[in-house]
């Protein structure tokens, strides 16, 4: 029974992809071949890439809306970009010089976002990006953030179950674009939850797009944001849907995909060729690698890079592979001859070049005028003073592993699980990941120098994940403290944030769990006892063994208490006013030696 349930997928999967072939425009068309005054062989496309917006629709603030750009003279210099109002007018501009565009996006477009779209499950977010012209996208990890029913409706439309309608007689319509999940299925029928390829027709040039996100997503989601969902390999799922492609006529053919790569530059315009060695490193390179030699591009995201690189295909043929850095401060410019007589890519025509989204650039009023009806529904939340600071407070701006505003979160969530009707926390642990944005002692608005505001605090700690407490032993915790730098964190490695009186040293000369020098983790300045058990205190996403902290799933006597974000916003009303501000903390906690 088994192998027939298997075969029934199968089956109901083919007759997926051909469904959505179907709809494109079934098998080769006739729109391809010339009548006697037949039409030049080929044409100009142009793709125009997105990706890991996350709900930034406003500027992005402090160093998370800056980009690196080598300038002339060979030196780096920082520029500020993004907001969508200009990148709308951007794209617009862009589509206007090539009428064989198409925009499109590899995941996390909305998820861990600022207030004005947070507030409002991303509602503000997808209107924006109907706005913009998006024609396609990939689903990312943060798609899952609020689980599948919700992602559903941000394709379909429809009011939140919960909070409603936001606007009296005015209904939700969902995306105009579609979301891919080629590789996300249902545990039960083995079915994608959503569809897996889209062929759109551009000007008789018939490209096909297969959407995933990376096939780790469950260890950085949420377990309830991901339940009864199955995440597949990337190269099997992908390469499993070309001959589907092929066989509908359709040999043009991109993958977007929610899963990058690190490259040797932060400037965005350095050249990842160069001496033709490969600037970039990374789970990508090897996806890359293995895809179907008839794939001729593949648009990412996940990391929140910027490049363009070509990567060797199976076949040896070069395969543009980019990336567009993140929070809309740039889009990928792809243009690519379409050969009409082989209905295919020239691939050694792809080029691409990272565009970045300047700010002088004129604002598009029809989205200004989006943004500052959502701005009106938030303002009596967003601008709601929280606290006080005397200077910035890095948090994924900071140069440093140890972050400012990582160690000012941990010591606000020990504090809220301090007490015993909390659990009596003696540690607390913070995710880097889930420190989405810094402190920026600069008025954003009209509140002020120095004045946090809701939403400045909002966009710092965006999920709401509920804190958890839990009785671990010293060894778990030295365990937790090695996966830092082993298993999936090898690679990239995950520096935790930790709260007050925990402290530590890391050689950079080791590897791995040696990192960690042994007989240096203290509590308050005794040593970690392995065999006592600890009061340990962090957000329900870590706990639940995310981001490959699989230490702290054997924890008990599971305490739930507030949110991350109340914890935050508690402790600085409770330390911090406008005559007493707070000092962004030291950062040194964590030794680094070697």
Not at 59 to 66: F, I, L, V
Not at 286 to 294: H, S, W, Y
Request: glycine share 12%.
């Amino acid at each position: 029974m088994l192998g027939t349930r298997r075969r029934r997928g199968r089956l109901a999967l083919t007759g997926l992809v051909a469904a959505s072939l179907l709809a494109a425009g079934g098998t080769a068309s006739a729109d391809m071949r010339g009548g006697q005054d037949r039409p030049a062989r080929t044409m100009d496309l142009q793709l125009l890439a997105l990706n890991d917006l996350h709900g930034n629709l406003e500027e992005p603030q402090g160093s998370a809306g800056n980009v690196t750009e080598i300038g002339p003279d060979g030196k780096p210099v920082s520029i500020p970009a993004g907001g969508i109002e200009h990148l709308a007018t951007q794209l617009r501009e862009a589509r206007a010089k090539n009428p064989n565009s198409l925009t499109v996006a590899a995941g996390d477009m909305i998820g861990a976002s600022p207030l004005l779209s947070g507030l409002f499950h991303d509602e503000p977010t997808i209107e924006a990006l109907n706005k913009i012209g998006l024609d396609v996208t990939s689903v990312g990890n943060h798609e899952f953030d609020e689980g599948r029913k919700e992602l559903q409706r941000m394709q379909y439309g429809g009011c939140h179950p919960t909070d409603g309608c936001y606007t009296p007689g005015r209904s939700f319509e969902g995306a105009d674009f579609p979301y891919l999940a080629a590789n996300v299925l249902d545990e039960r029928t083995g079915l994608p939850i959503l569809a897996p390829v889209s062929v759109k027709n551009v000007n008789g040039a018939r490209i096909g797009f297969i959407g995933m996100t990376l096939e780790g997503t469950p260890d950085i989601v949420t377990a309830a944001g991901v339940k009864g969902l199955k995440f597949k390999d990337e190269i099997k799922t992908a390469n499993a849907i070309v001959p589907w492609l092929r066989l509908f006529g359709v040999e043009s053919i991109v993958v977007l995909l929610h899963e990058g790569g690190l490259p040797t530059s932060n400037a965005y315009n350095y050249d990842c060729n160069a001496g033709g060695n490969l600037g970039l490193s990374g789970p990508v390179v090897d996806i890359a690698k293995g895809l179907d030699p008839a794939i001729d591009m593949v648009v990412t995201g996940h990391t929140h890079q910027a490049y363009s690189c070509n990567i060797p295909d199976p076949a040896g043929q070069p395969r543009m592979v980019t990336s567009a850095s993140s929070f809309g401060k740039m889009y990928t410019q792809i243009d690519a001859t379409y050969d009409k007589r082989t209905r295919d890519i020239v691939r050694t025509s792809v080029k691409a070049q990272n565009q970045v989204v300047r700010r002088e650039t004129p604002k598009a009023p029809d989205v200004t005028q989006l943004l500052a009806d959502w701005q009106k529904l938030a303002a009596p939340v967003a601008n709601r003073p929280i606290g006080y600071i005397t200077g910035d407070i890095r948090g994924r701006g900071a140069t440093t592993p140890e972050q400012p505003l990582g160690d000012l979160i941990a010591d606000a969530q020990l504090e809220a699980m301090a007490p015993a009707d909390k659990g009596g926390a003696q540690i607390a642990f913070m995710n880097p990941g889930g420190i989405r944005s810094d402190l920026q002692y600069a008025a954003a608005g009209a509140e002020g120098d120095g004045v946090v505001t809701y939403g400045e605090a909002f966009t710092v700690q965006p999920f709401t994940n509920m804190m958890h407490t839990i009785d671990l032993k010293g060894q778990a915790i030295l365990d937790v403290l090695a996966q830092q730098y082993t298993g999936g964190n090898a690679a990239s490695p995950k520096v935790l944030q930790i709260s007050k009186g925990l402290t530590y040293t890391t050689d950079r000369s080791k590897t791995g769990a040696d990192k960690i020098v042994a007989g240096s983790v203290k509590l308050n300045g005794v040593a970690l006892d392995p065999a006592a058990t600890y009061k340990v205190t962090a957000n329900e996403f870590l706990t639940g063994g995310g981001d490959g902290f699989a230490a702290f799933k054997t924890g008990t006597n599971k305490l739930v208490g507030p949110s991350d974000l109340d914890a935050f916003l508690t402790y600085f009303t409770a330390h911090s006013t406008a005559t007493t501000p707070l000092a962004p903390p030291a950062a040194d906690r964590i030794t680094f030696t070697g």
